[in-house]
């Protein structure tokens, strides 16, 4: 949430928008395919690789496979793009991947002679690999596959190219063999009903195949995996394969984990049908409110914000002089006070302006430990994460887990990305939504500040309209997310955000459409809702600046939900 204003250029979204439409997987390759990327893994530095105003260099570290990765670094005109010509056969099929981290990396191939395509991933701190197909005209001899990053973005890396298919007569390329046995195969954050798993990363590898007690349960990308419907207070051993299209690898050594007594179930007192809103502890010129001054439409109130520490991952709370309050006494009663009422009152961490950074397992209990107490110093009901800054989904996760195993079941758990943020379950904030679903409240994405967007559908849609709100939601709601932990985020007023606002009736419309099919745009989601939480503003102040017109139209809509 912005204490300023904060946007994405929507023409990141549209550049993007063949991307997401790609298929990510192809069929099995003939045993005669081949790598025809020459130096695909950069050992031997950018040989064979040209990279645009000596944008990419070659790094020791991260590396994927081997002990060297390409490192392309953009600048504000730049996106570092670095290519590499193939030759091909005509009228054949191939897969291109490649392993990546860091923000905003492509992968495409262009002059395919049919249809050129690429793939993107808005970022993440781990390697995870990206994947297209593409196919060969009837005259075409060689493509050109690149990778690039994004204007103006922090730097991105690449590994282990692959481009997959029949011999084009190139020479250099290595037939594909059977990938190795992984190793390193560890258990780590359980809950009643699941497991987090993570492994080392395997050359050559193109995916991996997990087993529950001798039985595949999952096939995944990357070197983790989340294994989901499990008993409560129950054993299980796990193992791992690598696979690739030559075969697959032998099982890895078996883990044992033992999932918890009794799930975390985040929520407390939070309706079936929720309204959100966000309380500010600062004058930005909106009205100056108590806790006793939100509305009674408002089911959840997000104190904002908490403040980053010294310490990595630790978090403080000041109260502001400025909203009012003669004592922190005053403003700990206005919760009690609140909470008597059937309202759940927590603290969002981050906004536009906050950074905090988990990325340990040091700094992850840092942040549980803080923030567990400042739940016991006010009586907040639990956290909002609304970090803008970006988040790194393996330590925030476990930071989550940590803090509901301290806070019980009645731990209200809020998140506010931003639309970006959600626009693939590769996304760093989308995979921790998905990680600490046993434990999460409600996904109130940002709606605003944001330019277009892909809907589910693949298509592109501006903000300010009903299919904005009902394509982007569809995107949580397809992608393993409960219809009770996805919200709508919009600004209470056009004051509360730089772009973005709509009137309270079309926030109506889209909950409409998609808990019941009415009140649709030209986008109708497949099926509908009918649990949907229900929305979010920011914030309570701009609501009351302008009247509580917000709250006073899309409560009792939400209140009235099926």
Not at 380 to 401: C, P, Q, R, V, W
Not at 430 to 444: E, G, M, P, Q, S
Request: glycine share 12%; hydrophobic share 35%.
């Amino acid at each position: 949430m912005d204490r300023a204003r904060r946007w994405i250029k929507g023409a990141l979204a549209v550049t993007a928008a063949a991307a997401l439409g790609v298929t990510a997987l192809a069929t099995t390759a003939q045993a005669a395919d081949i790598n025809v990327a020459k130096n695909a893994g950069f050992e031997s530095d950018l040989s064979n690789w040209t990279c645009s105003a000596g944008t990419g260099s070659v790094v020791g570290s991260p590396v994927h496979g081997g002990a060297k990765a390409l490192k392309g670094t953009p600048t504000a005109q730049d996106t570092a793009q670095c290519s590499q010509a193939v030759a091909v056969k005509p009228n054949s099929t191939y897969t291109l991947s490649s392993w990546v981290q860091g923000s905003y990396v492509y992968l495409g191939a262009s002059g395919t002679g049919t249809t050129d395509v690429s793939t993107w991933t808005p970022g993440s701190s781990g390697w995870q690999q990206l994947s297209t197909t593409f196919t060969t005209g009837a005259n075409t001899t060689s493509v050109t596959v690149y990778t690039h990053g994004w204007y103006g973005q922090s730097a991105y890396y690449a590994d282990d190219v692959s481009v997959l298919g029949p011999d084009g007569g190139g020479g250099g390329g290595d037939p594909v063999v059977i990938p190795a046995v992984p190793a390193g195969l560890a258990a780590g954050t359980a809950t009643s009903s699941s497991v987090d798993l993570s492994w080392n990363p395997v050359s050559g590898a193109t995916g991996y195949n997990v087993y529950r007690d001798g039985s595949k349960v999952a096939s995944v990308s990357g070197a983790s995996a989340t294994v989901t419907g499990l008993a409560a207070a129950t054993s299980y051993s796990f193992q791992v394969s690598a696979t690739n299209s030559a075969g697959e690898s032998a099982k890895s050594a078996a883990v044992t984990a033992r999932t918890a007594t009794s799930a975390g179930g985040g929520g407390g007192t939070v309706p079936k049908h929720a309204v959100t809103g966000y309380w500010q502890n600062f004058n930005n010129g909106a009205t100056v409110q108590k806790l006793r001054d939100v509305p009674s439409q408002y089911d959840i109130i997000a104190v904002s914000f908490a403040d980053a520490t010294s310490t990595p991952g630790q978090i403080s709370f000041t109260l502001d002089p400025a909203v009012g309050y003669a004592s922190a006494a005053d403003f700990k009663a206005d919760i009690a006070a609140k909470q008597a009422a059937g309202k759940s009152v927590i603290l969002s961490i981050g906004g536009e302006k906050g950074s905090v950074s988990v990325n340990s397992d040091a700094s992850a209990t840092a942040f549980a430990d803080s923030a567990y107490s400042l739940m016991q110093q006010y009586g907040f009901d639990g956290i909002d994460i609304d970090l803008e800054n970006g988040l790194n989904s393996t330590y925030m996760s476990k930071a989550l887990h940590q803090l509901s195993a301290k806070a019980g079941a009645n731990l209200v758990l809020t998140m506010a990305p931003q639309t970006i943020d959600m626009q693939s379950t590769s996304g760093e904030y989308f995979k921790t939504a998905l990680n600490v679903k046993d434990i999460l409240t409600v996904v109130n994405m940002q709606y605003y500040n944001s330019g277009s967007m892909l809907g589910c559908d693949g298509k592109v849609y501006s903000q300010g309209s009903v299919d904005f709100l009902t394509a982007l939601a569809c995107i949580q709601l397809e992608g393993g997310l409960d219809p009770s932990q996805v919200g709508l985020g919009v600004p209470a007023s056009t004051r509360g955000a730089g772009s973005g606002y709509v009137d309270p009736s079309v926030v109506n419309n889209a909950l409409d459409c998609l808990t019941r099919g009415t009140g649709c745009g030209s986008f109708k989601p497949a099926r509908t809702y009918p649990g949907l939480r229900g929305a979010m503003t920011w914030s309570t102040n701009w609501d009351a600046t302008a009247g509580n017109a917000w709250s006073n139209s899309v409560g009792p809509k939400v209140h009235s939900l099926p």
